[in-house]
């Protein structure tokens, strides 16, 4: 085999090693400098999706932020509650080089104003986050639930007080807190939220078609 066969299979094997650069618009999440990209990241590179098809929520997903968001801000309104109830993928700093999207946060108002007209990741951790399905590829995790666990987990020891996943493929709810057991209920189960405010997600699905 000559020199210059041997060079061009040596440079062929390089470029074929070489990483594909990934856009930093394909990065959902971050955690500890790691990037969590967008599930089927992989399409849009190849030229198979575009960025939106990735980066849209559905249909169902913003239909249960919207129902579920209004209700609590309308409750927390009639009890003269002082909360910020934020919603639609809410960036949260929750510790250096590390970020989530948040998909319905209720913070302290006073905590959070100072944070609400910058065009910046809020910094401070909110009450209660609710989360429905994710955007996230999973294909990285051994497990598909060491996602949602380490989510979960992360958030509480940021100083979130409750956690709470709602699955719409298994129609199951998982309820988080911090020194107490994780629940998974039902859809038609009354959750908890924050002081005394509960939601029955089947209830509010049925009263909303």
């Known amino acids: 085999m000559t020199t210059v066969v041997k060079n061009q299979l040596k440079n062929k094997k390089k470029k074929q090693t070489k990483r594909v650069k990934i856009p930093k618009a394909l990065v959902y999440e971050m955690r500890k400098g790691s990037p969590i990209y967008y599930r089927d990241y992989d399409k849009v590179l190849s030229g198979e999706l575009p960025l939106e098809a990735v980066m ?25 509650k002082n909360y910020e109830v934020l919603s639609q993928e809410v960036g949260y700093k929750f510790a250096p080089r590390s970020w989530y999207n948040l998909d319905i946060a209720i913070w302290d108002k006073e905590k959070v104003k100072p944070y609400l007209k910058e065009n910046k990741l809020i910094p401070v951790a909110p009450e209660v986050v609710i989360e429905i399905d994710t955007k996230a590829d999973l294909r990285k995790f051994e ?9 979960t987990q992360d958030l509480l020891d940021s100083g979130v007080k409750k956690v709470i996943w709602i699955f719409t493929k298994d129609k199951k709810i998982w309820i988080a807190e911090n020194k107490k057991p994780w629940l998974i209920v039902d859809f038609d189960y009354d959750v908890p939220v924050m002081d005394s405010i509960k939601f029955n997600l089947k209830k509010l699905m049925e009263e909303e078609e």
């Not at 849209?56 to 003269?80: A, E, T, Y």
């Not at 497990?143 to 989510?151: L, T």
């Open 143 to 151: 497990n598909p639930q060491d996602y949602f666990h380490r989510k």
């Open 56 to 80: 849209g929520n559905s249909g169902l997903h913003s239909w249960l932020v919207m129902i579920i968001s209004f209700f609590i801000r309308n409750i927390l309104k009639d009890k003269g």
